[in-house]
């Protein structure tokens, strides 16, 4: 039942590597949601989630040719959108701290940055569920660590293989981070 999945995985790669790029989306729109939930995971953003997805799945676009098949290709587009989602949350928190320059004449020039909208949008509230919340509250009470690995072993499914090519740590790390956060 795994290798005609695997076949018409591998032909739909080698047609677009041939030039049918309109069957891409046809390659990874069964991974969109595992794709969206590992970003999500990291970032804790919809919005930036959605960014990153769409930045990850441009770039294994661009680069479709560089995937060796060494993997699943689940594992090489997952593997994408975390990196993707890593450097996002890294830009973001580069720019919380900037200094404060005296002006002229001595005083203060400083100009605050626009503030985030902090209230809570009722619409998005009332499509939240129960069983999301708790999720997501004990989701929070993770370490980044922990979240990033019980998100994509428990969540999205992946093997304890892909899990740890997909973050770049070993499996025996994978095994023990996943203990710690169940």
Not at 64 to 77: G, P
Request: aromatic residues 8%; positive net charge; hydrophobic residues 40%.
């Amino acid at each position: 039942m795994f290798r005609p999945a695997c076949n018409i995985e591998r032909q739909l790669i080698q047609r677009v590597r041939n030039g049918e790029h309109e069957v891409f989306y046809d390659l990874i729109q069964p991974y969109e949601r595992r794709v969206w939930g590992a970003a999500f995971a990291i970032l804790r953003n919809e919005a930036d989630t959605e960014d990153a997805v769409q930045d990850a799945v441009l770039k294994a676009f661009k680069h479709i040719r560089q995937f060796r098949a060494e993997a699943r290709f689940s594992t090489w587009l997952i593997q994408i959108a975390v990196n993707e989602a890593r450097m996002r949350r890294r830009k973001k928190h580069a720019h919380v701290v900037e200094p404060i320059f005296m002006g002229e004449n001595g005083e203060d020039s400083y100009m605050p940055r626009d503030f985030a909208d902090w209230r809570e949008i009722p619409s998005e509230a009332l499509e939240r569920k129960e069983i999301r919340e708790k999720l997501v509250e004990a989701l929070d009470s993770l370490g980044q660590i922990y979240r990033e690995v019980f998100m994509l072993r428990d969540m999205q499914q992946l093997s304890i293989a892909e899990t740890s090519r997909a973050l770049g740590i070993s499996t025996t790390s994978v095994k023990t981070r996943l203990l710690r956060a169940r």
